[in-house]
């Protein structure tokens, strides 16, 4: 048997028009899917798109199809779907460098790129540092060395949206007119993992997310926005094509009971029933 895991992630920290097409810059989380694959009957409620993984590599190393019926895919993992928090790229991450422990094969985290877009949209979590990323055709990768120490209050909403349906929409035209708005976001990102500075990302992430409003909108998003400024945190931070928000903040230097009474007094918690307290991470397949 060999297993790995792949963390969640609250949204994104960047994503819209950049660099000529849309791109993304994923935010991991301390939430993972881990996923174990060995020798046996396949179990009967494995998830389709974990197969799929398990089919495709057979096929890029040239291995016999019908070993794959002999590979059993298991999995746990507590992590929402179709909220925008990467779950179906954190199980399909994890399946393939399970599966490639077990076949005695190493994949790097670019083929794994390649491989996960050919099954779906796809996350930059599965790489380790902060990534800018196509994540339609895994052409554009650009890292970053800086990991930024920060805690998030992940307000979970009710609203389910698919990632592929999103996809199948045609955004462009609100992607080109917000692109002058990401072009603001990209240079303070920029700037903030130049100079380490929490409060410049918080500013990246809360203008892409004004962006996203134009797509996707949030509720209560100009109430969140007080509450950012009420309490002087870094920011927030959206999932662009999901429908949960990330509040960033430092919890040794910001008062997670004040953030949580500000959202009660404006009657945002009502909208976002489910509250966790989760850390940025770095991102990567374990």
Same mark, same amino acid.
């Given at each position: 048997?060999?297993?790995?895991?792949?963390?969640?992630?609250?949204?994104?920290?960047?994503?819209?028009?950049?660099?000529?097409?849309?791109? @993304?810059?994923? #935010?991991?989380?301390?939430?993972?899917?881990?996923?174990?694959?060995?020798?046996?009957?396949?179990?009967?409620?494995?998830?389709?798109?974990?197969?799929?993984?398990?089919?495709?590599?057979?096929?890029?190393?040239?291995?016999?199809?019908?070993?794959?019926?002999? @590979?059993?895919?298991?999995?746990?993992?507590?992590?929402?779907?179709?909220?925008?928090?990467?779950?179906?790229?954190?199980?399909?991450?994890?399946?393939?460098?399970?599966?490639?422990?077990?076949?005695?094969?190493?994949?790097?985290?670019?083929?794994?790129?390649? @491989?996960? /877009?050919?099954?779906?949209?796809?996350?930059?979590?599965?790489?380790?540092?902060?990534?800018?990323?196509?994540?339609?055709?895994?052409?554009?990768?650009?890292?970053?060395?800086?990991?930024?120490?920060?805690?998030?209050?992940?307000?979970?909403?009710?609203?389910?949206?698919?990632?592929?349906?999103?996809?199948?929409?045609?955004?462009?035209?609100?992607?080109?007119?917000?692109?002058?708005?990401?072009?603001?976001?990209?240079?303070?990102?920029?700037?903030?993992?130049?100079?380490?500075?929490?409060?410049?990302?918080?500013?990246? #992430?809360?203008?892409?997310?004004?962006?996203?409003?134009?797509?996707?909108?949030?509720? #209560?998003?100009?109430?969140?926005?007080?509450?950012?400024?009420?309490?002087?945190?870094?920011?927030?931070?959206?999932?662009?094509?999901?429908? /949960?928000?990330?509040?960033?903040?430092?919890?040794?230097?910001?008062?997670?009971?004040?953030?949580?009474?500000?959202?009660?007094?404006?009657?945002?918690?009502?909208?976002?029933?489910?509250?966790?307290? /989760?850390?940025?991470?770095?991102?990567?397949?374990?």
């Amino acid at each position: 048997m060999a297993e790995a895991a792949c963390p969640a992630a609250c949204g994104e920290l960047l994503q819209g028009w950049l660099l000529g097409g849309e791109k @993304l810059i994923s #935010c991991p989380i301390n939430w993972f899917s881990r996923v174990s694959v060995s020798e046996g009957v396949p179990i009967p409620d494995e998830r389709p798109r974990m197969r799929q993984m398990v089919n495709l590599l057979l096929d890029y190393w040239q291995e016999p199809p019908e070993w794959a019926a002999g @590979l059993r895919i298991e999995y746990q993992s507590t992590i929402p779907l179709a909220k925008g928090m990467a779950g179906s790229t954190a199980d399909i991450a994890a399946t393939a460098q399970a599966t490639a422990r077990l076949l005695g094969k190493s994949l790097n985290s670019a083929e794994l790129a390649q @491989l996960c /877009v050919k099954l779906e949209p796809t996350d930059s979590t599965i790489f380790r540092p902060l990534t800018l990323f196509d994540h339609l055709t895994a052409q554009t990768q650009i890292s970053f060395d800086w990991q930024p120490d920060i805690d998030i209050l992940l307000l979970e909403s009710p609203q389910t949206i698919l990632t592929e349906k999103y996809h199948q929409q045609d955004h462009h035209r609100q992607l080109l007119d917000t692109a002058s708005l990401l072009q603001r976001a990209w240079q303070q990102f920029l700037t903030a993992n130049q100079r380490h500075d929490h409060y410049r990302l918080g500013e990246a #992430c809360t203008l892409s997310a004004i962006a996203s409003q134009s797509i996707l909108p949030k509720p #209560c998003f100009d109430q969140l926005r007080d509450v950012v400024e009420q309490t002087g945190i870094y920011g927030l931070n959206v999932a662009h094509s999901g429908s /949960v928000v990330g509040l960033l903040f430092h919890s040794h230097h910001h008062d997670i009971n004040d953030l949580r009474w500000w959202l009660h007094q404006k009657k945002i918690s009502g909208h976002y029933p489910n509250i966790h307290h /989760v850390k940025l991470i770095a991102g990567g397949v374990r």
